[in-house]
């Protein structure tokens, strides 16, 4: 198994661009997560999924969409994309959303000038 | 939502026992302790979870006191490769989902 997979691992876009990470996981997951953490900082939850056709927001979804089509695919959108978007974007899957464990991909490292 | 506090950082020698604690006074009864470690560039990984007592894996121990309100993470003989932040988190299944908020970690650097 794969786990969890992102694309790309480096970005850098201009102000007002847009583009759309990709996270896959082929764990059978229900549960998908995006969470981006900037420099010195912990991770903070942008939006989640509990299932396919069914997303939610997290604590930091301003400026971010999400879709969840199929159980494996959970990509995140940015639209007119901020400086203060720089960030290490990370996606996460889990089995449930109880208190299992969230298996994260490598980030994808995301610099808006 | 339970709140975390850790230490910012912690130095440590190799070999030695590293014990971090993390302090959650208001931890719900459902509420389980999960701890994740995260080396640069990399995403979080799990270490541990418990909810009460002690809980040792072959990675690391996790002890829990009778009142809940705080936890420590014992890493036994730590090596250089041990240099990460550690993550404390409390939540528990609430409305669909797992509520759990990763704080600012705590960074240990084990010293040679």
């Known amino acids: 198994n794969a786990g969890v997979t992102q694309t790309p691992k480096f970005r850098i876009l201009k102000i007002g661009q847009s583009m759309t990470l990709q996270c896959t996981q082929d764990m059978n997951h229900n549960y998908m997560y995006w969470y981006r953490q900037d420099p010195g900082m912990g991770l903070k939850l942008i939006y989640y999924s509990v299932g396919a056709g069914i997303t939610d927001k997290g604590e930091v979804p301003n400026g971010y969409n999400v879709s969840r089509s199929t159980t494996e695919d959970f990509p995140l959108r940015l639209e007119l994309a901020a400086p203060s978007q720089t960030s290490v974007y990370f996606c996460?899957?889990?089995?449930?959303?109880?208190?299992?464990?969230?298996?994260f991909g490598p980030g994808t490292r995301l610099t808006v000038l | 939502l339970a709140k975390t506090t850790q230490p910012i950082s912690m130095d440590s020698y190799e070999g030695q026992e590293v014990n971090i604690t993390c302090s959650h006074n208001n931890i719900a009864t459902n509420d389980y302790i999960t701890w994740y470690q995260q080396f640069p560039s990399q995403g979080p990984r799990f270490i541990i979870q418990g909810y009460k007592t002690k809980v040792t894996n072959e990675v690391a121990s996790l002890f829990i006191p009778a009142d809940r309100k705080s936890s420590t993470l014992s890493l036994p003989r730590v090596s250089l490769s041990d240099t990460a932040v550690y993550y404390c988190?409390?939540?528990?299944?609430?409305?669909?989902?797992?509520?759990?908020?990763f704080g600012t970690g705590t960074k240990l650097q084990v010293i040679p």
């Open positions: 988190l409390v939540g528990a299944f609430s409305g669909g989902y797992q509520k759990v908020t």
């Open positions: 996460a899957s889990s089995r449930d959303g109880s208190t299992d464990t969230q298996y």
